[in-house]
């Protein structure tokens, strides 16, 4: 990826073992109408999906590029990998979205326009037109009480802090310390709402539908919902002290 000539968005996409799900969502990503590039950050994923992106890469040269990280660190420390790599080019906006086509590809140029706006758009699933579809009552009561619980502790008016579909603008990346962000899964997207929001950014919500995954295994597990509990109220107090 020519950093003289990067399109004007990056869509940061981290995957492990999504060998089931990565053809259809590069081919989706590629056929938007939008000026974008996709960057798949692989953790090793043993089930060969480090290849099948090189392979898909191969087909998209001048859009599509693979970042190969030597083992499993979270989704976190990936998509930091990206930040790093994002800001490596001259991209003024960066996308993050999930593998396993949660996330509608389709939504993408919808997300882009709003960012003409707002320093930050999140696809949300909890304001008026967003929702969730396939998910189990108890997954919707931990993603919704999750974003209630950081919503109240942090003070911040955004319905939908857990979301992964994200754009941002170029500065507010280059805003955040990314050496000191040591969040991962729920908490990270928490993190990097935050951040943005007490460094002075505009954040607004566009409605999204949620699709669950219909192949491949989540990778939710109770410590990484666990470990946002403590985090918000070290944000928290960290916000308190910078002011």
């Known amino acids: 990826m ?8 990056l869509v940061i996409v981290p995957t492990y073992n ?6 259809a969502l590069v081919e989706a990503v590629m056929a938007q109408p939008a000026d974008l590039s996709l960057l798949v950050v692989d953790d090793n994923s043993p089930d060969g999906t480090g290849k099948l992106a090189d392979e898909l890469a191969a087909r ?38 999930d ?40 997954r919707q009561l931990i993603s919704r009480g999750g974003g209630t619980y950081a919503r109240l502790v942090l003070g ?9 579909y994200k754009v941002y603008r170029r500065p507010v990346i280059e805003s955040f310390r990314l050496d000191n962000m040591r969040s991962d899964g729920y908490g990270f997207q928490i993190e990097t709402v935050y951040r ?5 950014f505009r954040v607004i919500e566009i409605p999204i539908t949620f ?5 491949g295994k989540s990778k939710l597990s109770r410590r990484i919902v666990l470990e946002a ?8 107090f960290e916000g308190e002290g910078s002011r």
């Open 229 to 236: 509990a403590p985090m918000v109220w070290k944000l928290r």
């Open 196 to 200: 943005a929001i007490t460094h002075g």
């Open 2 to 9: 020519d950093s003289h000539a990067s399109p004007r968005a």
């Open 99 to 138: 593998a396993d086509l949660s996330h509608d590809p389709a939504d993408l140029p919808r997300m882009l326009a709003a960012a003409n706006d707002a320093d930050v758009v999140i696809g949300s699933r909890y304001v008026d037109g967003g929702g969730t579809a396939g998910w189990p009552m108890y």
């Open 18 to 23: 999504e060998i089931e799900n990565l053809t």
């Open 156 to 164: 911040v008016p955004v319905h939908d802090l857990t979301s992964g």
């Open 60 to 97: 998209f040269p001048e859009r599509m590029r693979v970042l190969h990280r030597a083992e499993k660190h979270g989704i976190g420390p990936a998509y930091l990998a990206g930040f790093r790599a994002a800001l490596a080019t001259d991209a003024q906006f960066i996308v993050t979205m």
């Open 211 to 215: 699709h669950d995954r219909t192949r």
